[in-house]
């Protein structure tokens, strides 16, 4: 996310970067609730939780910023709902559709990533992660394989549902094989809406 702002920026754009849980003020605090790996967080205070977070950034931050003409990248957004709430919990689609419909106000992004690593790979990476001392180990990272199989299973879904929106990238490379393979993709994005 970082480098394709800046590279974005190089490029004259006014980028505004964000992320769900956590974009706003009120998001922060809901972040350190929902990622805390000693809170206990029942699934549907989590399913409304990550909602009134994304209705306050939509409303506050994401919304005035493509008003104004900034381009947004957000780390994160309404399909992560359908995947770690939706398949991960095993909410029903359409309370799920309906929760991210009433937070969003519809506002659905023009282009989405997902980027596709095995279930053990990302697994591993996330402890090497925490083992270094750059991430906490959170709530979510202590999930089991098999809600990691289903959180993944559900983006490739999102992805094949709607291929003109979501576009798949093998992370499975170096950070920067993977900004390579995002700016091929972006760059004639962005050219063909100017």
Known sequence: MRMLASHLRMLGREVVTTREPGGTPLGTHIRKVLLDAEEQVDPLAELLLYAADRAQHVRTLVRPALDSGHVVVSDRYADATVAYQGAGRGFPDELISDVVALATGGLMPDLTFIFDLTVDESQRR?????????????????????????????????????????????????????????????????????
């Open 126 to 194: 996330a402890s090497h992660r925490t083992r270094k001392g750059n991430k906490q180990h959170d709530r979510l990272d202590a999930e089991d394989a098999a809600f990691h199989t289903r959180v993944r299973d559900a983006y490739l879904r999102i992805a094949a549902a709607e291929p003109n929106r979501v576009r798949v990238i093998d992370a499975s490379g170096s950070v920067q094989e993977t900004h390579g393979q995002v700016l091929q993709i972006v760059m004639p994005f962005i050219e063909a809406r100017d």
